[in-house]
């Protein structure tokens, strides 16, 4: 029998059709409604310049080896504005995910099509952190004008199978409708779950080929505001997970999960003879519990290598190498580990020396606010060291490098965390840190020539967690890039200024204080008019610009921690001027919020200025409803730290000289 060779290529290609998935069929773009095309206002919100008309994504996770999303999404630009803010795309992706199969196109209000060309995507890193990277395929889309559709589509592609993903609803744009397309893992003891974040749960809606769909419309835009609270605890988004269906309350699992980390770990904290030795030695002559535990815990943090720590300064054919501890004694006696092996050889220590330590489960604040009602781990991911002092139990995390002994990095600071144990685990808060352990403490020594310029030497110390933030921005980088940071900041603010002989001390120790030093010239500093000088004696302070700058707010302030500012500044006069309004600017009491305290004088043994400021404000969470007050509060801040005095020419100056 003779077969026509053509005819059965169409049938394969008939077949191979009504076989792809429901990324592939998105490879012919979806029809776009007239009325879209002729949209002229923005629907969802009034003075929006550009709104999403639809954003697809499918979500196959139903492959043990990797889990692929692919996204489309549908823009209408309505302003010159949404033209500049949508023109350029980012698609951010890092280690373990492909991004592939971009393509977009620009459709102009008269109907004619631009297309993306592949050239134009390219490769850019948009954040580093340590070893970790963040980059993106990067493009610009063709030809936008006010009155276009701009549409794009792409593939990621995450290695190894994806639970806890997460569906975010909102965007930088307003939304008309936003629908996720879920093909889960078949699981035959782990069905798939979710949970809503800030806004109404939207049921699953089940589709062909195994697909779940869920959409939610007329979703308003998400704005990033100064100061507020973790994304994900303002934007409405859901978590998608496989967890079996238990029988039991919030509290009941909290329990048995806490006995479960307890046999988990509870051998990692063993000591022997060696690790009881060292411990002995380490504590010294220290008689008091909590030095005992602070030398312990400088101990473990100076003496072991941190191999998670970006600054170890090993190489990854070196990591490779290195083997993994399986106890306290293996930590000690290589001298590296990860953070948990210093965590755990710090607990086996303490406990050598007597004291009762347990492992720590806790949330991190910076994600997100722990609710105790949602019984699954996935907030609580973080942990710690207890250790019985006394009645009360004490944390510790030795294990992040730059922490100081009593205190812990911001984002566990203040927060719900499980202490396990064999018969009755229990929550208890993580005590947090006054202001005064957070403090940047600067001291200025300055000369002002009579053109309005000063110059002298600059002092400033960072400690708590400023030292932890600051350390762990610096610590990788080269001196010279150390050194154009703090040149860049200082120059933000003051643009004429020139810094030299800079020195920046203690970026990776991890017991110091991080400092910067140096000399500055700022031409200009001081207005001059005619025979006088106006002079602002709050140097660190100088053009700084509000904290709060608009008088509108739609998200809660959120503060990572308490602080304090301390700043002494003495600023030597020109010869032949004397103050004419030296009126130092007021003070402010925040009551149990903190304070500002400034102190304004001449000092006694030469012709100078001395200014004294300090700031402690131990405020966390505010909600919205009280910005207005805190708004005032801060304004009333800036002012009196842009309060100038003035200074005048003494005709009989030089007569006196």
């Not at 199969?101 to 995507?121: A, Y």
């Not at 782990?190 to 089940?206: D, H, I, L, R, S």
């Not at 499980?418 to 006054?434: R, V």
């Not at 890039?481 to 002989?501: F, I, M, N, P, Y």
Request: aromatic share 12%; hydrophobic share 35%; proline share 6%.
């Amino acid at each position: 029998m003779t077969i026509n060779r053509s005819l059965v290529l169409l049938f394969v290609l008939f077949v191979c059709l009504f076989q792809v998935s429901p990324g592939v069929f998105a490879q012919q773009w979806k029809p776009i409604d007239p009325s879209h095309l002729e949209l002229k206002a923005p629907v969802v919100e009034k003075e929006a310049d550009a709104e999403v008309l639809l954003w697809e994504v499918y979500i196959n996770d139903s492959s043990p080896t990797t889990t692929d999303f692919t996204h489309f999404i549908r823009i209408k630009v309505f302003s010159d504005r949404g033209k500049e803010s949508q023109s350029k795309v980012d698609l951010p992706y890092f280690t373990g995910v492909q991004i592939k199969d971009i393509s977009g196109r620009t459709v102009k209000p008269d109907g004619s099509i631009i297309d993306l060309k592949k050239e134009s995507i390219f490769d850019r890193e948009l954040v580093k952190y340590g070893r970790y990277k963040i980059k993106a395929k990067s493009f610009a889309m063709p030809g936008i004008e006010p009155g276009s559709i701009v549409e794009y589509r792409w593939k990621e592609v995450h290695e190894g199978g994806t639970n806890y993903v997460k569906l975010y609803f909102q965007r930088e744009i307003p939304v008309h409708a936003v629908r996720y397309y879920l093909k889960p893992y078949p699981y035959a003891e782990y069905p798939m779950k979710a949970m809503t974040f800030q806004g109404k749960p939207a049921p699953f809606v089940k589709e062909k080929d195994g697909y779940y769909r869920i959409e939610m419309t007329n979703m308003p835009a998400f704005r990033e505001e100064p100061r507020m609270p973790p994304e994900d605890q303002v934007r409405t988004w859901m978590l998608v997970y496989y967890s079996p269906d238990l029988k039991k309350d919030a509290m009941t699992f909290w329990k048995d999960f806490g006995k479960t980390q307890y046999e988990l770990y509870k051998g990692e904290m063993k000591f022997n003879d060696e690790v009881r030795k060292a411990s002995a030695e380490a504590i010294g002559d220290a008689q008091a519990q909590d030095q005992k535990l602070e030398r312990l815990y400088n101990f473990c943090r100076s003496k072991i290598r941190n191999v998670n720590d970006d600054a170890s300064g090993l190489t990854p054919d070196q990591l490779k190498k290195m083997k993994e501890n399986k106890s306290a004694s293996d930590t000690f006696k290589r001298g590296y580990g990860t953070g948990a092996d210093i965590n755990f050889l710090f607990a086996a220590m303490a406990m050598a020396a007597g004291f009762e330590a347990r492992y720590v489960v806790l949330s991190d604040r910076g994600r997100m606010f722990f609710d105790p009602g949602f019984p699954d781990r996935y907030f609580m991911k973080t942990y710690n060291i207890a250790v019985k002092v006394g009645d009360q139990w004490r944390f510790f995390d030795p294990g992040s490098n730059y922490v100081p002994f009593g205190m812990l990095r911001w984002q566990e600071e203040g927060v719900q965390a499980l202490i396990t144990d064999a018969k009755e685990p229990f929550f208890l808060q993580t005590p947090l840190s006054p202001g005064e352990k957070s403090k940047k403490k600067r001291i200025a020594n300055l000369r002002l020539t009579d053109d309005g310029m000063v110059e002298g030497e600059v002092r400033i110390e960072y400690t708590g967690q400023f030292a932890v933030e600051m350390k762990e921005d610096n610590d990788e980088e080269s001196p010279t890039v150390r050194e154009e940071k703090l040149r860049e900041s200082v120059t933000g603010k003051l643009s004429t200024a020139v810094l030299s002989e800079i020195k920046v001390e203690s970026s990776t120790d991890p017991i110091m204080p991080f400092v910067y030093s140096y000399k500055v010239r700022v031409p200009g500093y001081a207005e001059r008019t005619g025979k006088r000088l106006f002079l602002q004696p709050a140097f660190f302070q100088k053009n700084v610009g509000q904290l709060f700058p608009t008088s509108a707010r739609q998200n809660d302030v959120y503060f990572h921690y308490p602080w304090t500012e301390e700043d002494h500044v003495t600023i030597e006069l020109p010869r032949g001027y004397t103050l004419d309004n030296a009126e130092s600017p007021g003070s402010l009491n925040f009551g149990q919020t903190g304070s500002y305290m400034v102190k304004l004088g001449l000092a006694k043994d030469r012709p100078a200025l001395i200014y004294q400021r300090n700031l402690v404000f131990e405020g966390l969470l505010f909600p919205k409803t009280s910005y207005p007050e805190l708004k005032k509060v801060f304004d009333l801040i800036h002012q009196q730290d842009n309060h100038a005095v003035s200074l005048k020419q003494d005709p009989t100056a030089e007569v006196k000289q």
